[in-house]
């Protein structure tokens, strides 16, 4: 298990709070991990801050991944999991948009290791990095026309005939 930090922690929540005020939108300890949600407009300036803060020195990009929740009123969005290496503190940040309004900016202005990341993301949730260099689909083919980590589709076929309900306690 991972050690927070919690100097490193307060830090952070001090300084964010001060620059974004109320576009920090909920800040949380999820398991061994604080955790910020913030307004999607602002997450290319809030990643630059803490990539540039002298203290806080978050400079490594571990990951960047779309989520669904198809009941949620946003209910897509992309996590960031950001480490700082000088201070052995890692952080979680999370944004979430519409279909309606299904683009984010993009974080390869301030980490270049965003780039496939966002084109993964983009490929398989459909989410739109504005502002990144080479958005298309990187694992599936071009000519495919959904996005298969949508839950968009049933979880079962609805023609077998072979699975009966009651074999599922259903």
């Known amino acids: 298990m991972f050690i927070i930090n919690q100097e490193?922690?307060?830090?952070?929540?001090?300084?964010?709070?001060?620059?974004?005020?109320?576009?920090?939108?909920?800040?949380?300890?999820?398991?061994?991990?604080?955790v910020y949600t913030v307004k999607k407009e602002i997450i290319a300036d809030l990643l630059r801050f803490l990539y540039d803060d002298e203290t806080l020195?978050?400079?490594?990009?571990?990951?960047?991944c779309g989520i669904h929740y198809p009941d949620s009123k946003e209910p897509f969005g992309v996590i960031?999991?950001?480490?700082?290496?000088?201070?052995?503190?890692?952080?979680?940040?999370?944004?979430?948009?519409?279909?309606?309004?299904?683009?984010?900016?993009?974080?390869?202005?301030?980490?270049?290791?965003?780039?496939?990341?966002e084109r993964e993301t983009y490929d398989f949730y459909g989410i739109l990095f504005s502002g990144h260099p080479n958005?298309?689909?990187?694992?599936?083919?071009?000519?495919?026309?959904?996005?298969?980590?949508?839950?968009?589709y049933p979880l079962e076929d609805g023609t077998r005939e072979d699975k009966k309900d009651e074999f599922f306690g259903r």
């Open 80 to 117: 960031y999991h950001l480490h700082s290496l000088e201070n052995n503190q890692r952080i979680r940040i999370k944004t979430f948009t519409t279909l309606e309004d299904i683009t984010i900016p993009s974080a390869t202005s301030v980490f270049a290791g965003a780039n496939w990341m």
């Open 8 to 34: 490193i922690v307060d830090l952070t929540s001090e300084k964010l709070r001060k620059r974004f005020g109320e576009a920090i939108l909920a800040e949380e300890v999820q398991m061994d991990m604080p």
């Open 57 to 64: 020195k978050y400079r490594f990009l571990t990951t960047l």
């Open 135 to 152: 958005l298309k689909r990187i694992l599936n083919v071009d000519s495919m026309d959904y996005f298969p980590m949508r839950k968009e």
